[in-house]
């Protein structure tokens, strides 16, 4: 099947494409974390680059050996295979905070996590309530769910005093 995603990693938004497999419809893969895998050239806006060697790192061990085009440069090849094999996001959410100048204070993800990982790590940030004060970047939860990547807060929240 013909897959055509839009490459995010700069401004120039490449158009990418390349025919993608499942299992049981043409040249299943075995042995692979995700059962997807790529079949032809990604295309796009003219990249020349071939790749005659096997692709790794992205969870499927499939090889691309036939002239790459599209992306506009290396990095939108890279993104397509993640995309395919791996697709990962990061999150913005918030957390209650306790004795502090506002009720909730604002966290993000430090790296991108697998889709599917995402609700989970929704439960881990909504079951936290965090005692102010609290500086901006303060790790809450240090490689949330063992996935590589810290909650960090993005808002420093001062304790509110009893004078206030
Ligand atoms: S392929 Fe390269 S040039 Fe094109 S959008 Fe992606 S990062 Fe930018």
Do not use: H
């Given at each position: ?93 918030s ?8 009720p909730l ?60």
């Amino acid at each position: 099947m013909r897959k055509t995603i839009t490459c995010i990693i700069c401004p120039n938004g490449c158009l990418l494409s390349a025919d993608v497999s499942e299992p049981g419809t043409d040249a299943p893969v075995t042995g692979a974390e995700n059962p997807r895998s790529i079949d032809s050239p990604v295309t796009g806006t003219g990249c020349p680059r071939v790749i005659d060697s096997p692709v790794t790192g992205a969870g499927c061990p499939r090889v691309i050996d036939s002239p790459v085009t599209g992306a506009g440069c290396p990095r939108g090849e890279a993104y397509f295979i993640q995309e395919i094999t791996d697709p990962r996001r990061t999150l913005t959410s918030s957390v209650l905070v306790k004795g502090g100048e506002l009720p909730l204070c604002s966290v993000r993800l430090t790296d991108p996590v697998p889709i599917a990982r995402i609700p989970d790590v929704m439960k881990e940030i909504r079951k936290m309530k965090v005692e102010a004060p609290l500086e901006s970047g303060t790790v809450l939860i240090r490689d949330v769910l063992g996935l590589g990547s810290d909650v960090i807060t993005t808002k420093t929240i001062r304790r509110i005093t009893a004078a206030q």
